[in-house]
């Protein structure tokens, strides 16, 4: 089993809907959890940080679920400018591990 | 206050050539990551640095492959008598070590583009 898993898509979603990913990780002593985004051919950037309670920046918003080891990614309102690859990561021991990243397409 | 700077952007190289690659990571950082990405797959993880240490290797390929990071100057990939394989982005980031890291992640260099004809 992956240490963390993501499906890789692509999700093909119109223009205004909303589209949620998870992402479940195997070590059940992991306390970090990020969702980076990554456009093609360009590095990865952090969206933002998941924290135990949940957490909301704007039109997305991740979520934690501790007992089935998984997170998620929900994206309100969905902008052409969305459509990139979304990569789960989650910290291991002494570095983060990567999830292989689902690829999100906004159509207009 | 510089990001992570990776160079040279793109590199072409002939088989059998060698191939260095360049990061110097964020001011204060003294922990550098090197991945590999090949075209349309994710991310790969190398090696793990410290100034003067290899902290992780294990993503590194058993031949061909060094990776260093001085007491000065910046971290090198290295890549001895490349072949067409090798062709991919490969991805610096840094971090001030892995207290900071668990809590506000990497920050990734914008990447070596190696091609090799």
């Known amino acids: 089993r992956k240490e963390v898993e993501q499906d890789p898509g692509p999700f093909n979603v119109p223009e205004g809907a909303t589209v949620a990913f998870n992402c479940t990780y195997s070590n059940s002593a992991s306390q970090s959890f990020f969702w980076y985004r990554q456009d093609c051919r360009k590095e990865p950037k952090l969206l933002m940080s998941?924290?135990?309670?949940?957490n909301e920046d704007g039109r997305f918003t991740a979520q934690l679920n501790r007992a089935s080891q998984y997170i998620s990614l929900l994206i309100r309102d969905s902008k052409l400018s969305d459509s990139a690859t979304y990569l789960c990561?989650?910290?291991?021991?002494?570095?983060?591990?990567w999830g292989a990243g689902t690829k999100l397409i906004i159509k207009p | 206050n510089a990001g992570v700077m990776q160079n040279p952007r793109h590199l072409v190289r002939r088989r059998g050539q060698e191939a260095r690659l360049r990061c110097s990571p964020m001011?204060?950082?003294?922990?550098v990551y090197w991945y590999r990405q090949l075209p349309e797959e994710g991310l790969k993880f190398m090696v793990y640095?410290?100034?003067?240490?290899?902290?992780?290797e294990s993503g590194m390929p058993k031949e061909r492959f060094s990776a260093e990071f001085p007491k000065e100057g910046p971290s090198i990939l290295r890549i001895q008598q490349v072949v067409r394989g090798d062709s991919a982005a490969y991805f610096c980031?840094?971090?001030?070590?892995?207290?900071?890291?668990?809590?506000?992640?990497?920050?990734f260099g914008s990447g070596t583009r190696l091609t090799v004809v």
């Open positions: 640095l410290q100034k003067e240490n290899i902290i992780d």
């Open positions: 990561v989650v910290n291991g021991n002494y570095q983060l591990i």
């Open positions: 001011k204060g950082h003294s922990h």
């Open positions: 998941v924290y135990s309670s949940g």
């Open positions: 980031a840094s971090s001030p070590g892995p207290g900071t890291t668990f809590i506000h992640g990497y920050t």
